[in-house]
């Protein structure tokens, strides 16, 4: 892991969500963080609050019914969260990027491909004078972007609209809008999951190599174990609104210590067969009285009495790898 | 987008002949003879009998049918026997006045409700959204005949801001009937002053009518625009960092407006036949107080008219509003029109 400040560190970030029955207290103090140029996965089943955490950085959740009750979200050292509007509109034009999980709901259905791209390209990008682009310019940008990600024919699409494209040329154009601007970091959340499997590798593959050409740092969601070790350097996995394990993506797949990344692990299914797996007894905790103490207690097979009491800081388990679990808790001296 | 057109068009064809088949039923199959009708209770038996073979009335139905659908087409609708003038000429005369007023009308809450309501959703739970719900509320609760006579009474009567009835003053000398439309007479005539003073008269009836439609469809417009915020595609052109004024009127606008036209559409077309309190409350002399005034007389003949009239409003109306919604939304234009 490189010892630079990181591009971005989200600190015990807490994020509520005010509904009619009550409180749900989803984020329960996730810390993670990305460095320039590197790639990680958040990883962590449906509900866990994957999503949460990048609308969160994005600063795109509806307030009301969110309510952030703790916690910061640095980029370059600045809070994210308590940026004023201007600064936050400079933030996303140059820095920030996402793509989301659903490819049909990504695209305004009542505008062109090349309506929405051009404003993109438009509204963010600047020439380095300062000044706006000029329409050939732009139109420019638009095409390149749409050739990147290898959609034939970018003239045509560009005067196309999203019912006319197939999902997987969606999530193309949705990748072409998020890479037109050369943002640095780019959120990708679980952006092949709602595609054909045989179309997820080749976008997942196209996506890695632009990323890579443009040098932008990733931090990919996703509950898809092949998806991280592909492309990932370090991981984080998530369960019920906070990071239970960290560490380097191949380290940690072969050596998982976290109760609940063993059970993750465990539920994959593989090819050599040995029949289906178990998967982890219980589900996730309901949010609006989330269980004491460490979140997974309740489902654990190791569970300790002061479990249920405190939940557990991050115990060094390896290089780099840590793990939110009194089992590694160092025997004082 | 010329295919979905015409067959749109042609859909429309055949809507109007089962509505000309519903009001050939209306016309001839109802108890009372027309040709006595059209007589008068004096006449004899035998004057009724020839009348009745030159009517077609003797005729089987599909003949009968034929008949009265040719005159119909050549603009012969009888006469009324309530106004004692062919019915083409009483139309002719009414109907513009009320056009002119709902189209007004539909102005004003196409206005004042889309900006209302684009503000209450973008805004949402503000005050503004709270005070818009509340008037909202009040607005279709009160009936149109009651907010008719108070503004009459406040504006009219108490501040003397606005004129009280008919198109313009009786003694002012009107511009020679062109359109029918008093405001666009005037202006063909050169006469700004009757343009003016007919766009004073129309102010009150015209809001009165409105209220209610700005409400709904202001409350309309607001929750589609919820809605529409909602969707990952709005957060994405926030996060791609699209200025904030192109977002709300344009990529949130549009999708969210498509369920409002269709409503405003059907909203014009009811008020043809339902303005009629504010009408006679505003002595405005259009065709609402007319098929009023029809029904209430029994005037079969206008009764036709009206009533197809209504129809054929209700048939245009949608066929614009499909249009519309063609050009709006590009799904239902490459959906249906084969792309």
């Known amino acids: 892991m490189p010892n630079r400040s990181p591009l971005l560190e989200v600190r015990s970030l807490h994020v509520g969500f005010r509904i009619f029955e009550g409180h749900l207290r989803v984020l329960d103090g996730v810390t993670l963080s990305v460095h320039e140029g590197e790639r990680v996965g958040l990883v962590g089943e449906t509900g866990c609050g994957k999503t949460t955490t990048v609308k969160s950085v994005l600063r795109v959740l509806p307030m009301p019914p969110a309510k952030v009750t703790g916690g910061e979200i640095l980029y370059r050292g600045r809070d994210v969260l308590k940026m004023h509007r201007h600064a936050l509109h400079i933030l996303r034009r140059q820095e920030l990027t996402a793509i989301f999980q659903d490819p049909l709901q990504s695209l305004n259905p009542v505008f062109t491909i090349g309506s929405q791209l051009r404003d993109i390209v438009r509204d963010s990008m600047r020439t380095p004078e300062g000044k706006p682009l000029s329409r050939r310019e732009i139109e420019a940008r638009c095409i390149q972007a749409l050739e990147e990600t290898g959609m034939p024919d970018p003239a045509r699409i560009m005067s196309n609209y999203p019912i006319q494209l197939s999902g997987g040329m969606r999530q193309r154009v949705c990748i072409a809008e998020a890479l037109s601007t050369n943002a640095r970091l780019l959120l990708a959340d679980e952006p092949t999951t709602n595609l054909d499997v045989t179309i997820q590798d080749q976008i997942l593959r196209k996506l890695d190599r632009l990323v890579d050409q443009k040098g932008a740092s990733v931090l990919m969601i996703t509950h898809s174990m092949g998806v991280v070790r592909d492309l990932t350097q370090r991981i984080y996995i998530m369960y019920a609104g906070s990071v239970v394990e960290t560490g380097p993506t191949r380290q940690l797949l072969a050596s998982p210590r976290h109760p609940y990344t063993e059970g993750l692990m465990a539920s994959v299914p593989r090819l050599t067969g040995r029949g289906v797996s178990e998967g982890i007894p219980g589900r996730i905790p309901n949010y609006l009285a989330p269980p004491p103490g460490c979140r997974f207690h309740p489902r654990c097979p190791h569970r300790m009495p002061e479990c249920s009491v405190e939940a557990p800081p991050m115990f060094d388990v390896g290089a780099d790898q840590r793990a939110a679990c009194y089992l590694y808790r160092r025997p004082s001296p | ?339």
């Open chain 2, 1 to 339: 987008m010329a295919k979905y057109i015409s067959l749109r068009l042609l859909q429309s064809v055949f809507v109007l002949f089962g509505l000309s088949l519903l009001i050939f039923f209306i016309a001839r199959v109802v108890p009372g003879d027309p040709a006595r009708q059209a007589l008068g209770l004096l006449a004899s038996q035998e004057q009724v009998e020839r009348v009745r073979e030159q009517m077609h009335l003797n005729d089987p139905f599909p003949v009968q049918y034929y008949y009265w659908l040719r005159s119909l087409l050549r603009g012969d609708l009888g006469v009324s026997s309530y106004t004692r003038r062919p019915v083409t000429t009483d139309l002719r005369q009414y109907i513009p006045a009320t056009l002119e007023l709902i189209l007004f009308a539909t102005l004003i809450s196409f206005i004042i409700g889309q900006v209302t309501g684009v503000l209450a959703g973008y805004f949402r739970n503000s005050w503004f959204d709270g005070a818009s719900r509340l008037v909202s509320y009040l607005g279709i609760a009160t009936p149109s005949f009651v907010i008719a006579i108070l503004l009459l009474f406040v504006f009219s009567q108490l501040l003397k801001l606005a004129p009280g009835i008919g198109r313009i003053p009786i003694m002012m000398k009107a511009p020679p009937t062109r359109t029918g439309f008093m405001m666009i007479d005037g202006l063909l005539a050169g006469r700004l002053d009757v343009t003016l003073t007919a766009l004073k008269h129309i102010l009150l009836p015209a809001f009165s009518l409105a209220v209610i439609h700005i409400a709904q469809e202001g409350r309309i417009t607001r929750t589609s625009i919820v809605e529409t915020m909602q969707k990952d595609y709005i957060t994405l052109h926030k996060v791609h960092g699209i200025r904030t004024g192109r977002i709300l009127f344009k990529y949130l606008l549009r999708p969210s407006i498509i369920p409002t036209v269709t409503v405003m559409g059907l909203d014009f077309a009811f008020l043809m036949s339902n303005a009629f309190l504010v009408e006679t409350v505003y002595m405005w002399p259009g065709f609402s107080r007319y098929a009023m005034t029809a029904m209430l007389n029994k005037d079969l003949n206008a009764i036709v008219a009206v009533v197809l009239v209504i129809g054929l409003t209700f048939a245009l109306v949608n066929l614009l509003v499909d249009i519309i919604i063609m050009f709006l939304d590009p799904t239902v234009r490459l959906r249906q029109g084969g792309a």
